[in-house]
């Protein structure tokens, strides 16, 4: 089928790569013309495992990027939205980009004659698609939807780094429908993948993509709670959730506590839910726990250290990890911002280490000290937390003799103290 992709950020590009490879004729529309020649050059705008080689493979073949709507919607039957929802300033989510797009591909569609459809692929709110992009559709393209005008949502699951991987293996595929003609045009498109489609409609798709996301975020929330608790008697949680999640009803994943969970999803979509609960006059309390739980969960490794450490002010402190998880150099909602926040408002003389995420961090904390290894960030240091799940990090032993004080917070539970050497070893929750 030939399918157009708006938005060429890591949801769209993915998108595109994913569809270039299932066959399809892509192409992608940003209004960037820089991702534009990027793509067009074989280069993704963002880094996914896999993407560049997939990229490679299809683009000048089955895919190609522009910035001319008319020219993409004439050349294909149907467009997906994979815009940015950033939170406005209130928590809620901002659909001016999602709006903006919905009325360049309406004008696209008004000076073409044959039938086209239009998914949102966007994380939107239950009734978005409906309310807000169905008539903007609606007013620009001249068209009634449901008719000559296809309209359908398809959320996405996919985690960054091994969003390739999840989309051409999925658990799960949704696509929410106002017809069945759309319905059966987004479903066709995913018959090369080996997984069964969940057709329901635009609203429910829209939920579920809330639901999995807020149902995760909780599954931490809780394990992180259960830690703090098993803490205090002295458990090992870990030891505990490993069995727990033995029940085939609960599952292993996600129970591992810790700072917390940051990116550019779950914080932002509890709380797109948790509104739109409210704007419903319906008070979503544990939603609300959930978020509390988040945010609290990272100043206790402060005052874990605190304990042991008193006086902070003019201290130096090692903070590894910076990302918002391993193996990316996002740091949207990254759990260590609240605590080099907090540890600069007690005066420490901080020293963060990362493997990607530095720069991105600089934009934030320009006036602390980044270091160029885990090594460097330790020598002299009096502590040290430890605050993303990189792999590199597991394996630190003798750097921490460098350390004035070896004194050790471990965030993630990446580190045993059995196998450290006279290092101070306290985790979060065990
Ligand atoms: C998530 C969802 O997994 C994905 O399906 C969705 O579409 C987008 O949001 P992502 O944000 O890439 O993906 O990250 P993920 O790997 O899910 O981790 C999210 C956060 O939770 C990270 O900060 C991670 O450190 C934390 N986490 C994860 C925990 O604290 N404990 C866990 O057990 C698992």
């Keep these: 089928m030939r399918v157009s992709i708006v938005g060429s950020g890591y949801v769209g590009s993915v998108t595109a790569a994913c569809f270039a490879e299932l066959g399809h004729e892509v192409i992608c529309i940003d209004i960037d013309e820089e991702k534009v020649r990027q793509i067009n050059d074989g280069y993704p705008p963002v880094w996914e495992e896999g993407l560049e080689e997939l990229m490679n493979k299809h683009v000048g073949k089955n895919l190609i990027a522009t910035s001319d709507y008319d020219y993409a919607v004439q050349n294909t039957d149907v467009s997906f939205i994979c815009v940015g929802t950033p939170s406005s300033d209130n928590g809620e989510i901002d659909l001016s980009i999602v709006a903006a797009a919905s009325k360049s591909l309406g004008e696209s569609i008004a000076s073409k004659n044959a039938y086209h459809t239009v998914v949102v692929k966007s994380t939107v709110v239950p009734g978005t698609t409906e309310g807000v992009v169905r008539s903007i559709l609606e007013e620009y393209s001249a068209r009634k939807a449901g008719e000559t005008l296809g309209l359908a949502m398809n959320p996405e699951f996919l985690r960054e780094g091994r969003a390739v991987h999840d989309f051409l293996n999925p658990d799960k595929i949704v696509v929410g429908s106002l017809d069945r003609r759309s319905d059966s045009i987004v479903s066709g498109l995913y018959r090369d993948i080996d997984c069964e489609v969940t057709s329901v409609n635009l609203r429910t798709a829209e939920m579920i993509k809330y639901v999995n996301n807020a149902f995760l975020a909780t599954k931490i929330s809780f394990a992180n709670e259960v830690g703090n608790i098993c803490k205090r008697l002295g458990i090992d949680t870990y030891q505990v959730m490993d069995a727990v999640g033995r029940d085939f009803r609960i599952n292993p994943a996600f129970l591992n506590s810790g700072a917390g969970f940051g990116g550019s999803c779950f914080p932002k979509d509890v709380r797109a839910l948790i509104g739109s609960a409210k704007d419903l006059d319906y008070y979503p309390s544990l939603l609300e726990s959930v978020i509390e739980v988040n945010e609290l969960q990272p100043l206790q490794m402060v005052e874990i250290l605190e ?124």
């Design 307 to 430: 304990d042991k450490l008193p006086e902070i002010k003019d201290k130096r402190i090692a903070v590894l990890g910076l990302a918002f998880k391993n193996d990316t150099d996002d740091i949207r909602e990254s759990r260590s911002i609240p605590v080099i926040r907090k540890l600069l408002e007690k005066g420490a003389d901080i020293h963060a280490y990362d493997p990607l995420a530095a720069d991105n961090m600089k934009k934030v904390f320009p006036d602390i000290t980044y270091a160029s290894s885990a090594q460097e960030a330790l020598e002299g240091a009096q502590a040290c937390l430890l605050m993303t799940e990189w792999d590199e990090f597991r394996k630190l032993n003798t750097e921490f003799d460098s350390m004035d004080r070896k004194l050790l917070v471990d965030g993630r539970y990446l580190l045993d103290p059995e196998e450290l050497e006279d290092v101070e070893y306290e985790g979060l929750c065990w």
